[in-house]
């Protein structure tokens, strides 16, 4: 796991000239485990499911263009319109 930290500064007008003021967001970022095999970019729904088999839940379309997202066991496929746009491993605690 691989940590990114942001740093936000503002310099606020309060009769402080060159004050600073500064909050740092830390993100975790997960890495997927490379032997989860996924829906690569540009797949067609029906190739998502002829490989992977019918998911255990469909949500969407929602939006312009519309995406929706299908549930599997061990990961999440987001589509734009009928393609893959996205894969992701959902962080599990």
């Known amino acids: ?12 007008g309060l009769g402080l000239p060159g004050a600073a003021f500064a909050d740092t967001l830390v993100v975790e970022s997960v890495q ?3 032997s989860i095999a996924r829906p690569a970019h540009g797949m067609t729904m029906d190739q998502v499911e002829q490989r992977f088999g019918a998911p255990s839940e469909r949500l969407g379309p ?3 263009p519309p995406i929706s997202h299908w ?5 999440v496929v987001y589509f734009e319109n009928r393609h893959v746009i996205h894969s992701v491993v959902p962080h599990r605690k």
């Open 62 to 64: 929602v939006g312009e």
């Open 71 to 75: 549930v599997y066991d061990d990961f």
């Open 1 to 12: 796991m691989r940590r990114i930290s942001f740093t936000l500064v503002l310099s606020l």
């Open 32 to 34: 997927s485990a490379p």
